[in-house]
């Protein structure tokens, strides 16, 4: 039996299940075939989309430049230990193809200091929160995003950077990542994720990500609500508990991945 492929703008298949053949008419072109030699026939069109899937079929090229912006848990993808063998980017990439990699995820860094590892890219992922509420940020409110307060709450500084990625490229498509849970790690956080740092909770950080993405009609990658929780964070994390380890950051991946997906495929 035989799989029929054709690529096609426009194309118009007549087929008659009682028939003994089926005439494929592809532009000014028509051939005829006996149906009882055809296994399958299988439309596509190379002009719907930049993006194809290709080899097995797992493996989604995307012609586009990631940048990569993030805590020690983004920087971690470049830096990677003996307690893990690779971070959530490279997950993501054997399974969506970017034509360039740039991981600038900054070690112990907060989201105020993100516009400044900005470069040019075409899409733009932001991993901040947990070093926030480690370092008691304020969380500021949604008006502080509106109103571009410039006042150094978590929320001023997620329109700072969101204003330098649209000016470096007002065509950028971003993916806003929640938090992943997180507690302990010695005093920087505190016994449960679910508990207070000094009046600030870590899903009051989670909300204003949320909040922005909904405004800007921009996709998030749940880590928080997705990647583990109180009972087993300290399984997937190198750590008790803020770093991931290979599960924790597969969990990561495939999240981010889902989330890529969503914009990226027609």
Same mark, same amino acid.
């Given at each position: 039996?035989?799989?029929?492929?054709?690529?096609?703008?426009?194309?118009?298949?007549?087929?008659?299940?009682?028939?003994?053949?089926?005439?494929?008419?592809?532009?000014?072109?028509?051939?005829?075939?006996?149906?009882?030699?055809?296994?399958?026939?299988?439309?596509?069109?190379?002009? =719907?989309?930049?993006?194809?899937?290709?080899?097995?079929?797992?493996?989604?090229?995307?012609?586009?430049?990631?940048?990569?912006?993030?805590?020690?848990?983004?920087?971690?993808?470049?830096?990677?230990?003996?307690?893990?063998?690779?971070?959530?980017?490279?997950?993501?990439?054997?399974?969506?193809?970017?034509?360039?990699?740039?991981?600038?995820?900054?070690?112990?860094?907060?989201?105020?200091?993100?516009?400044?590892?900005?470069?040019?890219?075409?899409?733009?992922?932001?991993?901040?929160?947990?070093?926030?509420?480690?370092?008691?940020?304020?969380?500021?409110?949604?008006?502080?995003?509106?109103?571009?307060?410039?006042?150094?709450?978590?929320?001023?500084?997620?329109?700072?950077?969101?204003?330098?990625?649209?000016?470096?490229?007002?065509?950028?498509?971003?993916?806003?990542?929640?938090?992943?849970?997180?507690?302990?790690?010695?005093?920087?956080?505190?016994?449960?994720?679910?508990?207070?740092?000094?009046?600030?909770?870590?899903?009051?950080?989670?909300?204003?990500?949320?909040?922005?993405?909904?405004?800007?009609?921009?996709?998030?990658?749940?880590?928080?609500?997705?990647?583990?929780?109180?009972?087993?964070?300290?399984?997937?994390?190198?750590?008790?508990?803020?770093?991931?380890?290979?599960?924790?950051?597969?969990?990561? =991946?495939?999240?981010?991945?889902?989330?890529?997906?969503?914009?990226?495929?027609?």
């Amino acid at each position: 039996m035989r799989t029929i492929t054709f690529i096609i703008a426009i194309v118009a298949a007549t087929i008659y299940s009682a028939a003994q053949s089926v005439n494929i008419h592809q532009g000014a072109n028509s051939v005829g075939f006996n149906v009882s030699d055809i296994d399958s026939i299988i439309f596509s069109s190379n002009n =719907a989309t930049n993006n194809e899937y290709k080899g097995n079929g797992n493996v989604l090229a995307v012609d586009g430049h990631w940048l990569s912006l993030g805590t020690s848990i983004s920087w971690y993808n470049s830096n990677v230990s003996s307690a893990f063998t690779k971070g959530y980017q490279t997950r993501v990439l054997e399974q969506i193809e970017f034509s360039k990699f740039t991981n600038n995820g900054a070690n112990a860094s907060c989201l105020s200091s993100a516009k400044n590892y900005v470069i040019k890219a075409d899409y733009y992922t932001i991993e901040h929160g947990i070093n926030d509420w480690g370092n008691s940020v304020p969380v500021g409110t949604f008006e502080d995003y509106l109103n571009n307060t410039k006042n150094g709450t978590f929320a001023a500084s997620y329109r700072e950077l969101i204003d330098k990625i649209y000016s470096t490229n007002p065509k950028a498509m971003i993916v806003l990542c929640t938090p992943r849970k997180a507690y302990g790690f010695g005093t920087y956080l505190p016994a449960h994720w679910y508990d207070a740092k000094n009046g600030i909770y870590l899903e009051d950080y989670v909300k204003i990500i949320r909040q922005i993405a909904e405004y800007e009609s921009l996709p998030v990658a749940d880590f928080f609500r997705y990647g583990g929780g109180q009972r087993n964070l300290d399984k997937l994390s190198i750590d008790v508990a803020l770093h991931p380890n290979d599960n924790g950051y597969q969990i990561m =991946a495939n999240i981010l991945v889902d989330a890529f997906k969503s914009v990226l495929l027609p």
